[in-house]
């Protein structure tokens, strides 16, 4: 998996009372939605995803407060260093 998915996982861990296989389902379904895959999304794309889907898939699930969590994940995506991936490094060749 994609250090951005890994992250994001452990970041919606932290604010919901989720556990990691929860939260990663959640995340995974999310994405698969986008037409996103777990193993090569990046930042960008997961921020987007985020925005668009998370207060829903929270709401799904009986989260309450679905936009704030999602912003606080979201200013966690933001300020993360996540590992490069094989596109950064070739990209700078």
Do not use: H, W
């Not at 389902?25 to 995803?49: C, H, S, W, Y």
């Not at 709401?59 to 995506?77: H, M, N, P, S």
């Amino acid at each position: 998996m994609s250090d951005v998915f890994e992250k994001t996982c452990e970041f919606l861990e932290k604010y919901t009372s989720f556990t990691r296989l929860q939260s990663r389902g959640t995340i995974r379904l999310m994405l698969k939605e986008a037409n996103f895959d777990p193993q090569a999304v990046e930042r960008n794309e997961m921020i987007g995803t985020l925005k668009s889907k998370l207060p829903a898939e929270l709401e799904k699930r009986g989260v309450d407060g679905g936009a704030e969590i999602t912003k606080q994940l979201v200013a966690d995506v933001e300020r993360t260093k996540f590992a490069e991936t094989a596109y950064d490094v070739f990209s700078k060749i």
